[in-house]
Structure formats: structure tokens, C-alpha cells
């Protein structure tokens, strides 16, 4: 692809884009993926890349009074969405066991990924909440549906920003594990065999328009989300909470993780 007088694949000029972010910031990339429609498996034809990675710096940065920020955002324009959270934010959240984290660890489009990452996500494993997740997934249904699908007209990439949450709050009542990111796999799993054929035709249509495009609304799908819209709101407020509140792994994942990074950089100054 052509991209700012670029000629390589995305994956090239993602790498590319990620080193220029570790020499400039001073950071290690831990972990990068594509995030949203190309990593769900439905991006239009118009899809950007949104590439999203979690980072960790040295020690002496942690401990300034002028803290750093906590978050990386490096580019954003037609083509690439890229940006980034320091681990202590991303541990952080996953304390909170934020559904987002999640599905970085479980993307299909991977750009890098270390031993050191792979530590984290084993560790944050023991945080997702299924009650948490529900309501996150629901809550992101609800938004959409009440927001996007109520006209004549609607933009059909938004049924899936519907249509996936629900099928993701299915998996979690059925399995109490975090979701896949593909679209594919949690349909294969967990829809309803009767609603094969529309979602069918819906990716059909998704797949072969501009992110911009419209149509009319389709009934039969507006009545599916409802039905379950209503069912999971009943089903996520009598769930137990079964949040970990405990902290002291992170805690020391955290400390590990940063000596790792000490570790590295004092070998590069060694030469």
C-alpha cells in the first residue's frame, strides 16, 4: 500500500510507526493489535487501522514528580489510528476487569507481542468479571441501538456494533470466560440458528459499503436486539458481583515488569 510515500504492507508501516514510538518516547512496546471492525472481521472497504498498544517505561520515569502521562496517542488520520496505555494504566484496568483489555489480549491481528506481555495477560486473567464484562457489553448494545438503529434510514455497520456485544454478553452467560474478538467466532458459537441468514446478508452488505453507507432499517433485527437488550438487562442486575479486589498481584507484576524493562536498557547502554 501507498501511505505518505510508503510502499510495504500495513504491517511494515505499523512496525515502523512502532518503533519511531519506542526510540522517541522512551518506552518498550509490550503488546500491539488491531483493535475494532478489522480485528472483529467485518471492516468496510474504508476501515483505518486502529492500532492499539500497551507500552512500559523505566523506573526513573515513574518515580518523577512531573509524572508522565499515562496514555500514547501517536497518530491519527485517513489510513491509521494508533495510540497506546502505559502498563500501569492497563493494570490498572484490568483490576477493573475492562472488557476493552480483554479483547487486546485476545485480537487475531497481532503486530508485536513479547514474553513479558504474555505474563501480564496470564496474570489479568484471574480479573475478568463476568458481571463486569455483561455489563459492559450490554451497556455498549444499549448505547448504539438507542443512538443509531431507530430511523428509516440507519448506517448498517452500527448493527454490528449492537449485534456483537450481545452475541459477547451470550458467550460470557454461557462459557464465564472473556469473548472472542472475531465476529465469526462468537456467531459460530453462541447465534441462534434462525438469525444466520440475516446476519448473513448484513455482512454481505457491510463488507461491500463505504463506512458512511445507509440503508433501511431491517425490522427483523430491530426486534431481535430489543428481545435481548430487555432479557440481558434483567440477567447482568441479578448477577453476583465477582470482581477480584485484590491487588497484590498486579502489584508485583507491575514491579517485575519494570525491572525487566531496567534490566534491558542497562544491557543496551553496555553495548
Not at 493489535?33 to 467485518?42: H, L
Not at 446478508?201 to 433485527?221: H, N
Request: proline share 4%; glycine share 4%.
Amino acid at each position: 500500500m501507498k501511505y505518505k510515500n510508503f510502499e510495504g504492507t500495513i504491517e511494515e508501516l505499523v512496525n515502523l510507526k512502532l518503533d519511531e514510538i519506542e526510540r522517541e518516547e522512551h518506552v518498550k512496546i509490550l503488546h500491539a493489535v488491531e483493535s475494532g471492525s478489522r480485528a472483529w472481521g467485518f471492516a468496510s472497504p474504508d476501515s483505518d487501522y486502529d492500532v492499539r498498544f500497551v507500552y512500559v517505561r523505566t523506573a526513573k520515569d515513574y518515580l518523577r514528580l512531573d509524572e508522565k502521562k499515562d496514555f500514547i496517542d501517536w497518530e491519527l488520520d485517513e489510513t491509521l489510528d494508533i495510540s497506546g496505555w502505559d502498563l500501569s494504566k492497563t493494570l490498572r484496568h484490568f483490576h477493573k476487569s475492562n472488557a476493552t483489555l480483554f479483547e487486546w489480549c485476545n485480537s487475531p491481528v497481532v503486530y508485536r507481542t513479547t514474553p513479558e506481555w504474555e505474563r501480564v495477560r496470564k496474570t489479568a486473567e484471574r480479573y475478568f468479571s463476568c458481571k463486569a464484562g455483561m455489563y459492559h457489553y450490554y451497556g455498549t448494545a444499549r448505547t448504539n441501538f438507542t443512538e443509531y438503529l431507530q430511523g428509516e434510514e440507519v448506517k448498517y455497520k452500527k448493527y454490528f456494533y449492537v449485534i456483537r456485544p450481545i452475541l459477547a454478553c451470550k458467550w460470557i452467560e454461557e462459557k464465564g470466560c472473556p469473548p472472542p474478538v472475531l465476529f465469526s467466532e462468537l456467531a459460530a458459537s453462541v447465534l441462534e440458528e434462525e438469525m444466520r441468514p440475516a446476519i448473513e446478508r448484513l455482512i454481505d452488505i457491510k463488507v461491500k459499503t463505504p463506512e458512511t453507507g445507509k440503508g433501511g432499517r431491517i425490522d427483523e433485527l430491530n426486534d431481535y436486539i430489543s428481545r435481548n437488550l430487555d432479557a440481558f438487562k434483567m440477567k447482568t442486575a441479578a448477577m453476583p458481583d465477582d470482581r477480584v479486589t485484590d491487588w497484590e498481584e498486579l502489584n508485583h507484576l507491575f514491579l517485575e515488569q519494570i525491572k525487566l524493562m531496567e534490566d534491558s536498557a542497562k544491557r543496551l547502554e553496555k553495548g
